[in-house]
């Protein structure tokens, strides 16, 4: 079974850092993309950053870029997203998802990230 876990969120002050990761596991990822996405209360989710398995071609949202790293380790099977200078605005359920592209097609469970002013 093709699995995500997310793990790393918490609760922080505006301007610190944290670090997520998502473990994949149960299938090949190689020929896909892997991708953060955020959904905060009331508002429908939304892309953050995604890279290829190999961890080449970052791309992000234009509201976290200079801010939030993402990076790829094979070797570990997991995805990281280093999100620094946290800001209020950043808190939400963040996702970890497989993606065809731009398009996502699988999702982990999520894990809750807060900012406090």
């Known amino acids: 079974q093709v699995q995500l876990v997310e793990s790393g969120g918490g609760l922080v002050q505006a301007g610190g850092s944290l670090r997520l990761s998502c473990v994949v596991s149960g299938g090949t990822f190689s020929s896909y993309f892997m991708g953060w996405f955020r959904q905060a209360p009331e508002k429908e989710r939304e892309f953050v950053a995604r890279?290829?398995?190999?961890?080449?071609?970052?791309y992000y949202a234009d509201s976290v870029k200079g801010r939030f790293t993402i990076s790829s380790d094979n070797a570990k099977n997991t995805v990281y997203l280093q999100m620094n200078s946290l800001k209020p605005g950043d808190t939400a359920v963040y996702y970890c998802?497989?993606?065809?592209?731009?398009?996502?097609?699988?999702w982990g469970q999520g894990t809750q990230v807060t900012v406090s002013s």
């Open positions: 890279i290829n398995w190999s961890g080449e071609f970052p």
């Open positions: 998802a497989r993606m065809t592209l731009t398009i996502p097609n699988l």
